[in-house]
């Protein structure tokens, strides 16, 4: 027989209460429970809506979920703030939340995976680091 450590309903309750309200709200909110108002995005081209995990580009739908989903809905995202292109390191510290070495890793299988299901729409680009951009139909070329 194993000496296992069960831990009841009562004691994560517990530990729950003693966290701050914005730690809670900030896991729920990676967690996907708590939605952002418009958590679509919406770029010239490409519409990413995680919710119903759609993808629609250059008129046909993809259906992606998982990682695939958050990697290229966090991508869209930098992109539709105006960021130009995002490393692999910035994907694991936003999608899984942390910089380690796995991380990066499974962020590169990621975004290899995705270019599969999706060719053409995430650009490679080589710089002192991979920097990952979306080649969206407004532009001649993958922004850079």
């Known amino acids: 027989m194993t ?3 069960t831990y009841t309903n ?3 309750a517990a530990t729950a209460r003693r966290l701050p309200t914005w730690a809670l709200e900030e896991e729920l909110r990676q967690r996907c429970r708590i939605q952002d108002e418009h958590p679509r995005v919406v770029l010239p081209g490409l519409v990413v ?7 629609v580009w250059r008129g ?10 958050q990697v290229l809905y966090e991508i869209a995202r930098a992109v539709a703030r105006g960021v130009r292109g995002v490393t692999c390191a910035w994907l694991a510290a936003t999608v899984w939340r942390g910089y380690a070495e796995t991380a990066v890793a499974n962020a590169r299988v990621v975004v290899h995976e995705l270019k599969k299901v999706l060719p053409g729409l995430v650009v490679s680009k080589r710089r002192l680091e991979v920097v990952y951009c979306l080649a969206l139909d ?3 070329e993958a922004v850079a």
């Open 3 to 5: 000496n296992r450590i």
């Open 49 to 55: 809506d995680p919710i119903q995990n759609l993808v």
């Open 138 to 140: 407004d532009q001649t």
């Open 60 to 69: 046909e739908e993809h259906v992606i979920g998982g990682r695939k989903m």
């Open 10 to 12: 009562a004691y994560w």
